[in-house]
């Protein structure tokens, strides 16, 4: 993998985190909170897990591709969650949270 790769993926990984915890606070925000709670509780642990494969791949970790892996595949969930809501804090997060996730399973396959 190239410097290049890593840079952009740790970019991906960090917009990603950022949409997810625009989502989860505005999915606090909502009149109906009950039903947002999966949603709010994995984009937590996804904003959490980029965090984790960022700084990973920032040190050169040797554990960086499993990182990555975990962050892919947290991404991917969120992505299935967060599709099954038509807020567009949900749709915005989605969509950071596939390329995130497409990024991330490129650096673990590298």
Known sequence: ???EQMMTCIRE???????????????L????VNPMTACIRLTRDCADVCVLAA?????NSEHMKEACVLCADICTRCVEECRNHAYEHCQACAAACEA??????????A
Do not use: G, S, V
Request: hydrophobic share 30%.
């Open 13 to 27: 990984c960090l917009e990603c985190m950022k949409k997810c915890n625009q989502c989860y606070d505005a999915c």
């Open 100 to 109: 995130c996730a497409k990024k991330c399973r490129a650096i673990a396959a």
């Open 55 to 59: 700084q990973f791949m920032t040190r």
């Open 29 to 32: 925000q909502e009149e109906e």
């Open 1 to 3: 993998m190239t410097t």
